[in-house]
């Protein structure tokens, strides 16, 4: 399934639309270069004759093994379908856990699918997950075992240590994403209050397991991505309570039954999560199938193929989300006065906010947004387009992907006198970029996540129309 923006025509109506025009099609562009189906089939090699897997140079035997398959997140239905397509003759059975309102899409025969809540887990969430912890009971050591994970895992596969209560487990849930850490140390609390994550799931498969995985987090490390289900875990129950007390929520924002879980750990009382030395991973290993790295060089490779010149800055993008789109707009500014032909500037990753407002949007137009109010400042009318916008097609709590900004929507601002700090101050960029003519990219949900996509565009009134 391929993306295509669903307002691209309303999107691109403007005479000065060859920015957008190029943007939106180098974002559709990034976006389908991850599809998750694709992403699996070209890392495996089979050998039906020999029944063997080649994945990078690792062989796997697969000869009178039965298969079984688990997986969770956004883009784990397209991977299940290419699991079922590679192992089409073998004995196979699996569940995965996706997302709500996505289960229509996925064509899968063996595998069954469970919807869960995301981004809060809830007790749908935990049923899900008991329903994987009971199948992997009916796993023998001879077996195969295939996890696929992707963005929104660690949301999708919930299971809290006992005491702790479902509520318990939203709220800090909630807490944590509004609290404006990191994803990593996001993950670090959410290994340590779970029966299934930092490894944990790895304790209860008996057999060789191959993960596939589609990495949504910064450096596409296994241990953070969905939390590192089946990956070996390098924090500490330590390392919990110092990140809680760093973000100011330790002392009084965390229930107490989640307090002595973590005063246990970090006392040795329970059993830390398994690290690299463990003997459980040595038959387990991941693969990174997917990323915004590869992502980002699809759109690089399409760029050099049109002849426009291209400057890739990193897949690492991190940071306050206002921050980050501040410093785009300046670097905006300070190379367009040095350049007269088009320009492209490639980025990705995955920015954070802090969320304190009650209004609708996301850090992908949180960044466009202060992408805007940069150039507000003064009165830039030159040639620039900016696009920031999800490979999942959501932003934060909006039915969006992002946003894209040009001259047409710095006019906009500009005449409506629209103050912005406002809308930022109440979370509600959605609502301002809807006061500003056509800046809101819809996709829908796109069935793949490998965090976001930032593009500017300089010059673009000098590009070709063949190049667009």
């Known amino acids: 399934m391929k993306l295509k923006i669903t307002n691209y025509s309303r999107l691109t109506q403007f005479p000065q639309s060859k920015g957008r025009k190029l943007l939106l099609n180098l974002f559709e562009i990034g976006v389908n270069a991850v599809d998750p189906y694709l992403s699996v089939l070209k890392n495996v090699e089979v050998n039906q004759e020999r029944e063997q897997l080649r994945i990078n140079q690792d062989l796997y035997s697969i000869q009178n093994r039965k298969v079984w398959v688990i997986g969770a997140g956004k883009a784990v239905g397209r991977m299940a379908e290419a699991i079922e397509k590679i192992f089409f003759k073998k004995s196979l059975s699996g569940i995965i856990c996706v997302p ?20 809060l887990p ?4 935990v049923q899900n997950t008991k329903k994987i912890f009971e199948m992997l009971k009916q796993v023998k050591s001879e077996d195969l075992v295939i996890v696929l994970i992707s963005g929104g895992g660690s949301a999708i596969w919930a299971a809290p240590i006992p005491p702790i209560t479902i509520s318990e487990f939203v709220e800090l849930n909630k807490l944590l994403i509004h609290s404006g850490m990191t994803i990593q140390e996001i993950n670090t609390v959410r290994k340590h209050v779970s029966l299934i994550k930092g490894g944990k799931l790895a304790r209860r498969i008996p057999c060789e397991t191959i993960t596939f995985v589609l990495s949504d987090v910064i450096g596409d490390s296994l241990e953070n991505i969905a939390s590192g289900p089946v990956s070996p875990d390098s924090t500490t129950f330590t390392e919990t309570k110092n990140i809680l007390k760093k973000y100011d929520l330790w002392f009084d924002a965390i229930p107490e039954s989640i307090k002595t879980i973590i005063r246990k750990g970090a006392n040795g009382q329970i059993e830390e999560t398994p690290k690299p030395t463990d003997d459980i991973f040595r038959n387990k290993k991941g693969y990174i199938v997917g990323s915004n790295k590869i992502a980002c060089d699809a759109i690089i490779n399409e760029c050099n193929k049109r002849q426009i010149d291209n400057l890739f800055l990193t897949d690492k993008i991190e940071g306050d989300a206002r921050w980050i789109g501040k410093i785009f707009a300046r670097i905006a500014i300070g190379l367009i006065k040095g350049k007269s032909n088009p320009f492209l500037i490639i980025s990705g990753g995955e920015p954070t906010m802090m969320i304190k407002g009650t209004g609708k949007g996301g850090r992908n137009q949180e960044v466009a947004v202060a992408f805007l109010q940069e150039l507000s400042k003064i009165d830039y009318t030159s040639d620039i387009t900016f696009l920031s916008a999800g490979t999942d097609g959501i932003d934060g709590n909006s039915p969006y992907a992002g946003a894209i900004i040009d001259r047409n929507i710095l006019e906009a601002l500009l005449t409506r006198k629209l103050n912005i700090q406002q809308y930022q101050e109440m979370n509600n960029t959605s609502s301002l970029l809807s006061e500003l003519d056509e800046s809101l990219i819809e996709t829908g949900p796109t069935g793949t996540n490998v965090m976001d996509i930032h593009l500017i565009i300089l010059n673009s009134d000098q590009i070709e129309n063949n190049k667009l």
Do not use: A, F
Not at 101 to 116: A, D
Not at 122 to 125: D, G, L, P
């Open 100 to 119: 709500e309102g996505l289960k229509k899409e996925i064509k899968t025969t063996k595998v069954k699918v469970y919807e869960s809540t995301h981004p």
């Open 122 to 125: 809830s007790s749908i969430n």
